[in-house]
C-alpha cells in the first residue's frame, strides 16, 4: 500500500507562483516514474507533468515554459513549481505514482485576483 500526500495549495494571484510538494510513503522502498494530474469543475482530469526515475520529464502544452516538475528519490518526494499562473490553472492538483496507479487526495489550486 502506498499513500500519496500533496500539499502546498492555495490562493494566488495571475503571474503568481505556487510550489507543490507530493510525499510518497507506505510498502515501497523505489518510487519510479511520478505524475501530477488537475481536474477542474466540469472537466476531466489531466494530466500536467510527468518525470522518470532518473528526472527525464514531460509537460502538456499548456504548462510549458511556466511548470517545472521535480524529484527527490532519496525524500521519496516530488514537486511541482508553477510560475505565472493564470486563473485557467484553476483546479485540484493531484500527485500519481504510475506504476501501482496510486492517487493522493489532491490539493486546491486558485488563480484569481
Known amino acids: 500500500q502506498v499513500q500519496l500526500v500533496e500539499s502546498g495549495g492555495g490562493l494566488v494571484q495571475p503571474g503568481g507562483s505556487l510550489r507543490l510538494s507530493c510525499a510518497a510513503s507506505g510498502s515501497i522502498s523505489v518510487i519510479g516514474a511520478m505524475a501530477w494530474y488537475r481536474q477542474a469543475p466540469g472537466k476531466q482530469r489531466e494530466l500536467v507533468a510527468d518525470i522518470t526515475r532518473s528526472g527525464s520529464a514531460n509537460y502538456a502544452d499548456s504548462v510549458k515554459g511556466r511548470f517545472t516538475i521535480s524529484r527527490d528519490n532519496a525524500k521519496k518526494m516530488v514537486y511541482l513549481q508553477m510560475n505565472s499562473l493564470k486563473p485557467e490553472d484553476t483546479a485540484v492538483y493531484y500527485c500519481?505514482?504510475?506504476?501501482?496507479?496510486?492517487w493522493g487526495q489532491g490539493t486546491q489550486v486558485t488563480v484569481s485576483s
Open positions: 500519481n505514482l504510475v506504476v501501482t496507479n496510486d
